[in-house]
């Protein structure tokens, strides 16, 4: 439905990196126990510190130790050099990255004979320091993020921007108010089978409608929650991998990526696109890479800032059409027991903020069947997708062959 106006540059065919590299070991902190520390303004640790406990989690889980660790990628929010110190490792390769982008260069790392074990580890105490998304002190002012441009015209945060996206995709396609209410709604149902989840209090379409408007039409419960935490992933070679933990590693199908650059700090890939060039691009590449369409894949994690990033990854990777996505969101199909199911843990706006890192947690243990009482009865194929500011990556974390649940 949209007019394109922006298209990705054409690039060389990327590495392979799919079935090369498995997840071995995952681990995070308590949220619900560090969100409530923090409103009490009693913090059991910082960004470092919750970094420290989820790596040491991970490693446990992947019954290895921080002597096998030679590479290590680090979330933006952590300076790396302190990262491997307080890590204690000493090691001959690193980067820094986002949480899709640190699934990336661990994989190339590997795959490059550059590292053979490689951490990502990311740790943030955003809410006990009181980071703010919004306002002229956003996040460290116009050095750093782009939305405070806008500052002049009133459009301060974050949810200022996506709002305006909300709208105009509302008036082009067939998403609706209730259509973004009930992404809300069925996060908060799977939040309500998470114990790791901070917001487990009951939410109904009514309690969404009738909440506060922020940014019009963007209501109270269409934001993600800020809270505390760590996040630790563990990879090795798929082989190395296979013989130390069997089927309770999980190899990475495919990754791929493309960004919308032309004007990245106008408005113009929100509005004028909804970020869609760049989301057919990755998925083009990535279902090619990984030999599936969307109908093979069995949930989707999706970068959940605002409600509003799910229907736009469910429509810019072929799972409905622009005109279909609000019937689709009002059926239901992305909540428990739908045929879709989104943000499995409850994602940002339920489990955690931990900007993206926890979605790849949550992949693992879905494809490993360790989800409690939210695992899904098919968990073959899980995919996450990001597409924050239109630059969009998307990988696949695939399930073992004998815990395959589909013939």
């Keep these: 439905m949209t007019t394109t106006t922006s298209k990705?540059?054409?690039?060389?065919?990327?590495?392979?990196?799919?079935?090369?590299?498995?997840?071995?070991?995952?681990?995070?902190?308590?949220?619900?126990?560090?969100?409530?520390?923090a409103r009490e303004g009693r913090p059991t640790s910082d960004g470092y510190g919750h970094a420290v406990r989820a790596f040491t989690r991970a490693l446990t889980d992947a019954g290895l130790t921080k002597r096998d660790v030679d590479g290590l990628v680090v979330g933006p929010t952590l300076a790396y050099e302190r990262t491997a110190e307080v890590l204690g490792l000493n090691l001959r390769w690193a980067a820094q990255a986002d949480a899709a982008g640190a699934v990336a260069q661990g994989m190339t790392a590997i795959v490059t004979g550059q590292a053979e074990c490689v951490a990502l580890v990311y740790g943030n105490d955003q809410r006990l320091k009181g980071v703010q998304y919004g306002g002229p002190a956003a996040m460290g002012g116009d050095a750093y993020l782009s939305y405070v441009y806008y500052q002049p015209w009133g459009l301060t945060s974050q949810g200022a921007l996506y709002a305006l996206l909300a709208r105009r995709y509302m008036a082009k396609s067939g998403l609706t108010e209730k259509g973004l209410g009930e992404v809300a709604v069925g996060q908060r149902m799977f939040a309500r089978l998470n114990p790791r989840a901070v917001?487990?209090?009951d939410l109904r379409l009514d309690d969404y409608l009738n909440a506060r408007l922020i940014a019009d039409p963007l209501r109270l419960f269409d934001y993600t929650i800020i809270n505390d935490g760590g996040v630790a992933l563990i990879l090795l070679p798929v082989e190395r991998a296979q013989r130390l933990l069997g089927d309770r590693a999980v190899p990475i199908r495919a990754i791929a990526r493309c960004d919308l650059n032309l004007e990245a700090t106008s408005l113009r890939p929100r509005l004028l696109d909804f970020y869609h060039p760049a989301h057919h691009q990755t998925a083009h590449d990535l279902y090619e890479a990984a030999a599936c369409g969307p109908a093979d894949v069995d949930a989707l994690q999706v970068y959940d800032s605002f409600t509003v990033h799910i229907p736009l990854a469910l429509t810019?990777?072929?799972?409905t059409t622009d005109d279909e996505i609000g019937d689709l969101l009002e059926s239901g199909a992305t909540k428990p027991g739908g045929r879709i199911p989104v943000n499995t843990s409850g994602g940002h706006l339920s489990e955690s903020y931990m900007?993206?890192?926890?979605?790849?947690?949550?992949?693992?243990?879905?494809?490993?069947?360790?989800?409690?009482?939210r695992q899904l009865d098919r968990h073959r194929l899980i995919q996450y997708v990001s597409d924050v500011a239109g630059k969009v990556t998307s990988l696949i974390y695939e399930a073992p062959a004998s815990r395959h649940t589909r013939p």
Excluded at 9 to 30: I, N, Y
Excluded at 316 to 319: D, E, Q, Y
Excluded at 355 to 373: C, D, I, L, S
């Design 8 to 37: 990705p540059s054409a690039t060389a065919a990327p590495l392979d990196l799919g079935r090369q590299v498995a997840v071995v070991g995952v681990g995070d902190t308590d949220y619900p126990v560090d969100w409530q520390l």
């Design 199 to 201: 917001m487990r209090k």
């Design 316 to 319: 810019g990777f072929g799972f």
């Design 355 to 373: 900007q993206g890192w926890n979605h790849q947690v949550e992949a693992v243990r879905q494809v490993r069947g360790e989800a409690g009482a």
